[in-house]
C-alpha cells in the first residue's frame, strides 16, 4: 500500500505532466482523499472529485481547498451501484460548462468483500462498483473525453486476480453457492495435493530400490575384485 508520503513524492516528481491538467476521480475518501491532496500539489487546473457520499466528498474537498486555494474544485454525485445514476453523473459532466474537458480519468473507487448484495439493474455490488460502472462512465462522457487528444484513463486495481481467475459462468454469484464452491475448490486442491505426495512417495520408493541394487552390485563388484 502506497503511504501519503510517497504519493506527494511521486506528485511532484510528475508535476509537469500534472500541472495545468483537468483531473476527474471517483472515489476521493480514504486512500482516494490521501491521492487528489498529493495531485493537488502540482498545481492542476481543476479537480472534479466524484463519490456517492456527498459530505465525506464535501470534506475533502475543504481539505483541498483550504491547503490549494488556487486549485479549482468541482463536486460530482456518483454512485457506482446504480447504472442509471452513472448516467446521469455523466450527462451532469457533459452538460456543465465549468468542466470543459477531461485530461485524467482516475477510476479509483472500489470495494472488496461486502455483504452480498445486488444493483437495481441485478448485478451484484462487487461486479457493477468495480467493473462495469467504471466502464459505463466514461463511455458515457465521451462527448468532454473527445475534447481532449491526449486523454489518459487510470484504472485502480489489486491482485486479488492472482487468488481466482474470474468465473465468467457463474459472474452474479448467490452467497447461498459461495460454500459449496469454496469446498469444491479446496477438494480439488486437497486432491491435487494428495496425488502429488503419493507420487513423490513412489519416487521415493522406487530410488530407495534403485539405491538398494546399485549398492548390492558395487558389493558384488568389490567382492570379485578382492578375489582377483
Not at 153 to 160: E, K, P, R, W, Y
Not at 189 to 194: C, G, H, L, T
Request: glycine share 6%.
Amino acid at each position: 500500500m502506497c503511504s501519503v508520503k510517497s504519493g506527494n513524492k511521486l506528485a511532484l516528481e510528475l508535476a509537469p505532466m500534472i500541472d495545468g491538467k483537468v483531473i476527474l476521480t471517483t472515489g476521493v475518501t480514504l486512500l482516494g482523499g490521501g491521492f487528489v491532496l498529493a495531485v493537488a500539489r502540482s498545481k492542476p487546473s481543476m479537480l472534479t472529485l466524484a463519490g456517492r457520499n456527498t459530505a465525506k466528498v464535501e470534506e475533502t474537498t475543504k481539505a483541498i481547498t483550504d491547503q490549494f486555494p488556487l486549485v479549482k474544485v468541482r463536486t460530482l454525485e456518483l454512485n457506482l451501484l446504480s447504472l442509471s445514476s452513472v448516467r446521469k453523473a455523466a450527462d451532469t459532466v457533459n452538460g456543465r460548462a465549468d468542466i470543459p474537458h477531461i485530461d485524467v480519468l482516475v477510476n479509483n473507487a472500489g470495494v472488496m468483500a461486502v455483504d452480498w448484495a445486488v444493483s437495481p439493474e441485478g448485478y451484484e455490488s462487487q461486479l457493477v462498483i468495480n467493473r462495469l460502472g467504471h466502464f459505463l462512465f466514461p463511455n458515457t462522457m465521451i462527448p468532454k473525453i473527445l475534447k481532449c487528444p491526449q486523454l489518459r484513463i487510470v484504472v485502480v486495481s489489486n491482485n486479488g486476480h492472482r487468488l481466482s481467475p474470474f468465473r465468467f459462468d457463474y459472474w452474479n454469484f448467490r452467497v447461498r453457492l459461495v460454500f459449496f464452491i469454496a469446498l469444491l475448490d479446496l477438494l480439488t486442491y486437497y486432491i491435487r495435493v494428495q496425488s502429488w505426495i503419493h507420487t513423490q512417495l513412489k519416487l521415493a520408493k522406487h530410488t530407495y530400490k534403485m539405491a538398494g541394487v546399485i549398492i548390492s552390485v558395487w558389493v558384488m563388484v568389490s567382492r570379485r575384485q578382492l578375489t582377483c
